[in-house]
């Protein structure tokens, strides 16, 4: 297939550009930088079954020649506050790109009858009264709350996306992507996992925010990228849970990577600087996933977290 992934320069849309090309199909990546970095699609450079366009998923899109799949990744992700690439300090870029860009892409899969996958998240749910959440689950969003601009710019995604699917009868998948980690997080992303690494790598205590009770589940890369693949070669439509259910808490988090990387700073708790409404429970159920897409994780936590090590040693320059 000839395949039109916007976000490509981002975490996860940088893997899902490799994965598919080692799989033989040609890519066309699209991103505008405002959060990915060129560093993750510099080892594709000359590679010929890849074509990068610069471009803000926000403006009308043309791409030349027949596209067969269309992959909308583009957004910012990160909830810190404290970053600038945080979804916090980009605001409307990330409601355009929730809303515009959704729009946009539609519409090239419309013009080219092509697959469409669109990037959701498990923070369409907010600060969920069902645990596990299922797909069926409705959420506890606070619509004007800081968290807001990327929670309702995903429920409207959804909403038009499925709205394309029944007007205009194009071939729509939705995937709901719990927490991911792995090589390309930005250093400065401001989640628990990047965050303990580097801590734990300059033998500083790790910062919690809250009491640490609150808990996740962490899904490594390669897993959630397995399970994007296997909704883009099929034929469902509603959403679909992509995510680890194996749940653990931010504490017990901090004491595997202090463990991992021999820190004896221990942890260090400061009061919750969150984006508000900060989840205290998530965890996707994947019963959809595994029954309908024979999908289910393989990498446990701890082999992830030891294969993601080596690159923030790397980009931190400590060997």
């Known amino acids: 297939m000839r395949i039109l992934i916007t976000g490509a320069a981002g975490f996860l849309g940088s893997h899902l550009c490799d994965k598919l090309?080692?799989?033989g199909h040609e890519v066309i990546g699209?991103?505008?930088?405002?959060?990915?970095s060129p560093d993750n699609l510099s080892h594709l450079s000359g590679n010929p079954s890849f074509t990068f366009i610069r471009h803000d998923v926000a403006n009308f899109i043309f791409v030349p020649g027949k596209i067969d799949a269309v992959l909308h990744?583009?957004?910012?992700?990160?909830?810190?506050?404290?970053?600038p690439f945080g979804y916090p300090n980009l605001p409307i870029q990330t409601m355009k790109?929730?809303?515009?860009?959704?729009?946009?892409?539609l519409g090239?899969?419309?013009?080219?009858?092509?697959?469409y996958i669109l990037a959701s998240t498990s923070e369409i749910y907010g600060d969920p009264l069902e645990h596990p959440q299922k797909e069926e689950y409705w959420g506890h969003v606070d619509p004007i709350g800081l968290r807001s601009v990327y929670d309702e710019a995903k429920r409207f995604a959804e909403a038009l996306t499925m709205a394309y699917h029944r007007y205009h009868h194009i071939n729509t998948g939705i995937v709901r992507i719990f927490n991911t980690y792995g090589p390309r997080m930005r250093l400065d992303d401001g989640r628990a996992i990047p965050n303990f690494i580097q801590q734990a790598l300059r033998k500083e205590p790790l910062t919690i925010y809250g009491n640490g009770q609150q808990t996740r589940s962490f899904c490594y890369v390669d897993d959630?990228?397995?399970?994007?693949?296997?909704?883009?070669?099929?034929?469902i439509h509603f959403p679909i849970n992509i995510g680890n259910p194996y749940e653990i808490s931010v504490n017990e988090l901090a004491v595997l990577?202090?463990?991992?990387?021999n820190n004896d700073a221990g942890v260090l708790n400061k009061s919750n600087m969150t984006a508000g409404d900060d989840p205290v429970r998530r965890r996707p159920d994947i019963t959809k996933a595994n029954q309908l897409l024979g999908w289910e994780p393989k990498i446990t936590l701890e082999n992830g977290i030891k294969k993601t090590i080596p690159y923030f040693r790397n980009k931190m320059g400590i060997l």
Do not use: C
């Open 21 to 23: 090309i080692e799989l």
């Open 30 to 36: 699209m991103d505008n930088f405002i959060t990915g």
């Open 73 to 83: 990744f583009a957004s910012p992700a990160s909830p810190n506050p404290t970053s």
């Open 97 to 105: 790109a929730g809303a515009l860009g959704t729009h946009n892409t």
């Open 108 to 115: 090239v899969a419309r013009l080219q009858s092509a697959r």
């Open 224 to 235: 959630l990228i397995d399970g994007i693949i296997k909704l883009l070669l099929s034929e």
């Open 257 to 261: 990577i202090n463990k991992y990387l």
